[in-house]
């Protein structure tokens, strides 16, 4: 895998960056890894910048529930890397963007520029975030499945993210896979895959386990 120590602020070409993706449910420790790998190059020449979705308003920077914080830059396309010249580009929470945002990613690398992205891989129906989808078919150098402690049972083997709204599983279909609004509308849990409710699933058991 290619570390963060083996970026410089040189010319590279495409095949000698990276595309580099931490997926997981919430609560997994994916804004720990992001903020452990681009924090030291703030002390470095490494031309770097952090995006989150304007959508994302919980928190103004990347922000680990273990401690650090990465400050971003929020934005309503990643278009916005493309004005720059810039080393390492990381995203964070990439399932909040959207497709042309994937586009912009395909030509970050072809231009030279190391991608570092972070994010939810599965949406509350349990389904591949169609951003994410097209993501992994860039071919990423290295995917980095992260696990959470369930919420329901306390097993370390959370893969999914319940979205619960007054309690309750939030299981609408919305016409296409997209992340829902981050401002208190939801509550978010996460749960392994036998606590996970799926669309069609009775919600008394897992609502009620723990």
């Known amino acids: ?9 040189v010319a590279r070409t495409a095949s ?5 993706v931490v997926l997981g449910p919430m609560k997994s420790g994916k804004s720990l890894t992001l903020i452990s790998m681009l924090s030291p190059l703030q002390f470095t020449r490494v031309r770097h910048r952090v995006y989150q979705s304007e959508r994302h308003v919980r928190d103004t920077g990347v922000t680990s529930r273990s401690g650090g914080e990465l400050a971003t830059t929020k934005v309503a396309s990643l278009r916005a890397a493309l004005d720059e010249q810039l ?11 959207g497709l042309d945002d994937i586009r912009v990613v395909e030509q970050l690398l072809r231009r030279g520029t190391r991608v570092v ?89 897992a609502t009620t386990r723990g």
Request: aromatic share 8%; net charge negative.
């Open 87 to 97: 080393d390492v580009v990381a995203v964070d929470e990439v399932h909040m963007f």
């Open 16 to 20: 000698q960056v990276s595309l580099d």
């Open 117 to 205: 992205l972070a994010g939810i891989d599965l949406d509350h129906r349990g389904e591949l975030f169609a951003t994410v989808r097209a993501l992994l078919e860039l071919g990423p150098d290295t995917v980095s499945y992260r696990r959470a402690v369930c919420d329901q049972c306390r097993d370390f083997s959370a893969t999914h993210t319940q979205v619960l709204r007054a309690g309750e599983p939030f299981l609408e279909h919305l016409g296409g896979s997209e992340a829902l609004p981050d401002d208190g509308t939801f509550t978010y849990e996460a749960r392994c895959r036998s606590c996970f409710v799926r669309p069609g699933a009775g919600t008394a058991s």
């Open 1 to 9: 895998m290619t570390t963060i120590d083996d970026v410089r602020p």
